[in-house]
Nanobody
Framework: QVQLVESGGGLVQSGGSLRLSCVTSGFTYEYYAIAWFRQVPGKQREGVSCLSVGDEKTYYAESVKGRFVISKDSAKDTVYLQMNSLEPGDTAVYYC?????????WGQGTQVTVSS
C-alpha cells in the first residue's frame, strides 16, 4: 500500500526557511516522479516542484524557482523540499504526490504559514 507522510511545516517569518519531508512507502520503482503541490483555501492545488527519480531531473514553478530545492534521500525513502527566502505568498498546505499509471497518491498535507 502506497503511503506518503509529510512533515516539517510550521510558522516562519518572511525571509526564513523551512524543510518539508515526505516519507514514502509501499512502492519500489527505478523510475518515477514525485512532486510537491500546495493549496490555499478557495484556490486550486498548484504544482510547486517535481523530481524525476532515475534521471534526477527537477522541475520548479516559476514562483519558487531559485528559492526552493527538491531532493531525495533514497536510504531514508524521503523526499525533501527545502524552502528558502519564504514569502507570505508561500503560505499554503503542502502536499506530497505520487502517480503510478491511473492512480494518484497524496499525503495528508503539512501547513506552512509565512508571516510578514
Amino acid at each position: 500500500q502506497v503511503q506518503l507522510v509529510e512533515s516539517g511545516g510550521g510558522l516562519v517569518q518572511s525571509g526564513g526557511s523551512l524543510r518539508l519531508s515526505c516519507v514514502t512507502s509501499g512502492f519500489t520503482y527505478e523510475y518515477y516522479a514525485i512532486a510537491w503541490f500546495r493549496q490555499v483555501p478557495g484556490k486550486q492545488r498548484e504544482g510547486v516542484s517535481c523530481l524525476s527519480v532515475g534521471d534526477e531531473k527537477t522541475y520548479y514553478a516559476e514562483s519558487v524557482k531559485g528559492r526552493f530545492v527538491i531532493s531525495k534521500d533514497s536510504a531514508k525513502d524521503t523526499v525533501y523540499l527545502q524552502m528558502n527566502s519564504l514569502e507570505p505568498g508561500d503560505t499554503a498546505v503542502y502536499y506530497c504526490h505520487f502517480r503510478w499509471g491511473i492512480y494518484d497518491y497524496w499525503g495528508q498535507g503539512t501547513q506552512v504559514t509565512v508571516s510578514s
